[in-house]
């Protein structure tokens, strides 16, 4: 079955940064694009970023743009955050997810069909 | 950025009712919303794509309705294992948003 695997988090002091990575198994790893979504504590879900399966498209989201890159290893198997010049703004659960597109004849839409534990990022001083 | 508002906040119901929650969109987005369920300390769950269709091994009380703006996620008799907040999604432009979240309380 699909296993979404993140690691990588704990506490980082504002300005600094740090590398999460999601393991997946259970799937084709490189035929899907992957996701990363976070959720601050008590808060919604923050969709952060995506990548295509082959790494030719990266989109992110306008809070993280220009500090966090989003990458893939298809031979391992692994996604990666690297997060850069971090806030307290950044603190939360960081949850890697599948994407899923289907195709209408509007074009396509993509949602998230599996979903890691996540991750516990924590930026204090 | 299209927007995606949900009502109600939370929401308090008895074993055995039907729940239905709301979730707006600030601009028609087709039928193009997903529907997930996040249960307390839990990664979220995929229950329903585009609008009505109902994921793999979800429960059948579950249901999905709605085009353009407006769709709902509709509980045909709320179980004890149905305790979590919902939020839907959607895509527009490769920017993925959520509703601010139902959450689901027994009465």
């Known amino acids: 079955q699909v296993q979404l695997v993140e690691s990588g988090g704990g506490v980082v002091q504002p300005g600094r940064s740090l590398r999460l990575s999601c393991e997946a198994s259970?799937?084709?790893?490189?035929?899907?694009?992957m996701h990363w979504v976070r959720q601050a504590p008590g808060k919604g879900l923050e969709w952060v970023a995506v990548i295509w399966n082959d790494g030719s498209e990266r989109y992110y989201a306008e809070s993280v743009k220009g500090r966090f890159i989003i990458s893939r290893d298809n031979y391992q198997n692994t996604l990666y955050l690297e997060m850069n010049r971090v806030t307290a703004e950044d603190t939360a659960v960081y949850f890697c997810?599948?994407?899923?597109?289907?195709?209408?004849?509007?074009?396509?839409?993509?949602?998230?069909?599996?979903w890691g534990q996540g991750t516990l990022v924590t930026v204090s001083s | 950025d299209i927007q995606m508002t949900q009502s109600p906040s939370t929401l308090s119901a008895s074993v055995g009712d039907r729940v239905t929650i709301t979730c707006r969109a600030s601009?028609?987005?087709?039928?193009?919303v997903a529907w997930y369920q996040q249960q307390t300390g839990k990664a979220p769950k995929l229950l329903i794509y585009k609008a009505s269709n109902l994921a793999s091994g979800v429960p059948s009380r579950f249901s999905g309705s709605g085009s353009g703006t407006q769709f709902t996620l509709t509980i045909s008799s709320l179980q004890p294992d149905d305790i979590a907040t919902y939020y839907c999604?959607?895509?527009?432009?490769?920017?993925?948003?959520f509703g601010q979240g139902t959450k689901v309380e027994i009465k």
């Open positions: 997810a599948r994407g899923k597109g289907l195709e209408d004849s509007s074009g396509w839409f993509y949602f998230f069909d599996s």
């Open positions: 601009q028609s987005i087709r039928d193009w």
């Open positions: 259970g799937f084709t790893f490189s035929g899907k694009g």
């Open positions: 999604q959607q895509c527009d432009n490769y920017s993925w948003t």
